[in-house]
Every structure is written in C-alpha cells, then in structure tokens.
C-alpha cells in the first residue's frame, strides 16, 4: 500500500475504484484500514474509494512525538489524503473514533464533505463528569496497553491485531487521540449540513443512545440499525451495511448530479 509523507511520519492509505463523490473511510480505535476490506469492492464500482491507518496504527507510522497523535494533526492528515487524490470533497464514513473524527472534520472544513456515514459513533460529552470518565477509560487502556502489549486489546470483530507492528503507537493515540478535551462536536450538530446516514448494531447497547441522539440534531440525519451486529456492523453484516451504504451514496450521487445541472 502507498504511504504520503506528512509531517511527524508516513500515512498509509489505498484508492479502489473511480467515481465522485469520493467515499473517505476512517477506521476506528486501534483497529485498520482492513476493517473495511469486505465493504470496499461494492462502492468501489461507482465510487473513489480512500481508505487509511491513523497514526500508531497498523502500517502508518508510530512517531514518538504525542503532538503527531492530537485530533488536529488528525483532521490535517485526512485533509491531505483528499488533496493527494485529487478529492475536493467526499463523503466521510467512520467507525466509533473515525466517526467522531469525521463529524469534526465536516465542521471544520464543511465545503469538503458532501456526506457522513456515522458508524458506532458517539458525539462526545457537553457533561464534564462524563468526559472525565471517557478520558480516565482511555488512559486505563494505555495502561493495559504498557503493561500488556497488543494481547490487551481482544479479539473484537473490527481488530486486526496482527495490522499493527506494535503497542507504542496506540498507547499514544489512547492518550492524545481518543481523549476529548470540551463538547465542540457534540454542539456543533445543529450546524452540520449535509446528508447524513447514523448507523448502529441492534447489539451495541452503549452506542444506541449515541446514535438516537446524533439522529434528531442533525438535520438531515437518518438511522439504521444493523439487527444481529454489535460494535462493527458493517464487518458483522457487510450485506445489510453494504446495501444501505449504496442506497445512501446512490441518493447523494443523484443530489448533485441534479445540483450540477441546475448550475449549468
């Protein structure tokens, strides 16, 4: 796979297919790119497709420095890979981090994203109690980690452990990319104004909530639930995610194509 060179270390990354607009997909907490391999070939039939690693996971590279793990070096790296493919917008589709990524990708560049696909995601905490608790998980889980190694992460459906090269990477993104420091995400949904598909597994209690809230504060937001998935529906039920991946990419094809004439 290629790697682009960004400042604090290469990016790994794939393109399947051709076809606008681009379909960005971002992989979630210490699981890869590869988490998406049985989604990629059905829109790769009409689409670009930009698959990639974050930083400390699987083959992109692990710096040292805990400032190339912020969410801000995050949001640049996957401004970068559209820039590098030629994409000037996309639709964003992330799992549980790569979602909460997405979502404040789409506030802070919004002329680039002409779509969100919300997999498993939270919005983040306006409560600073809870937030606190989230971040206190996180660094509970760079503990296992340090003490551990990679056999502290499981063996869930969306973990490829054999992807990663070692534990130092994702102990860093633990503590730099996963914690949350104020509620900018979660109060910006209002704000967000593009077609956007929440999708959640039947069998992941802790994210349902997540997904109704997501679902009535954006506005043109619309919710899935995957019966028989958990955490990572479109790894447990690639036939359900994938039709319905299709049938939202097919609407948001046909909106701008209809756009695109207006403007002619």
Not at 78 to 88: F, K, N, V
Not at 91 to 113: E, N, T
Not at 145 to 173: K, P, T
Not at 187 to 192: A, E, Q
Request: charged fraction near 20%.
């Amino acid at each position: 796979m290629p790697v682009l060179d960004r400042p604090g270390g290469g990016i790994r990354y794939e393109v399947s297919g051709s076809g606008s607009p681009a379909v960005l997909l971002t992989h979630g907490f210490a699981a890869t790119s590869a988490m998406f391999a049985a989604n990629v070939p059905a829109i790769a039939a009409s689409h670009q497709v930009i698959t990639w690693d974050l930083r400390g996971h699987g083959g992109s590279d692990y710096p040292a420095d805990p400032d190339c793990y912020s969410p801000d070096t995050a949001l640049g790296d996957m401004a970068a890979l559209l820039t590098h493919c030629q994409s000037d917008r996309a639709v964003l589709g992330g799992h549980s981090l790569g979602g909460y990524l997405s979502l404040d990708f789409a506030l802070r560049f919004p002329g680039r994203v002409a779509g969100l696909v919300l997999i498993d995601t939270g919005p983040g905490f306006r409560n600073d109690a809870a937030r606190d608790g989230w971040n206190q998980r996180a660094e509970r889980t760079a503990a296992r980690l340090e003490d551990q190694g990679l056999a502290a992460l499981g063996s869930s459906a969306e973990l490829h452990v054999s992807e990663h090269r070692g534990a130092s990477g994702l102990i860093a993104a633990a503590r730099h990319t996963l914690t949350q420091r104020d509620s900018h995400v979660l109060d910006g949904l209002p704000d967000i104004a593009v077609p956007t598909l929440v999708v959640v597994g039947s069998d992941d209690a802790p994210f349902l909530a997540a997904a109704d809230y997501m679902t009535a504060k954006i506005p043109q937001a619309r919710k899935v639930v995957i019966p028989g998935a958990g955490h990572a529906p479109n790894v447990d039920r690639p036939d359900l995610f994938g039709a319905e991946l299709r049938a939202f990419l097919d609407q948001i094809s046909a909106a701008e194509g209809r756009a695109a004439e207006g403007r002619a």
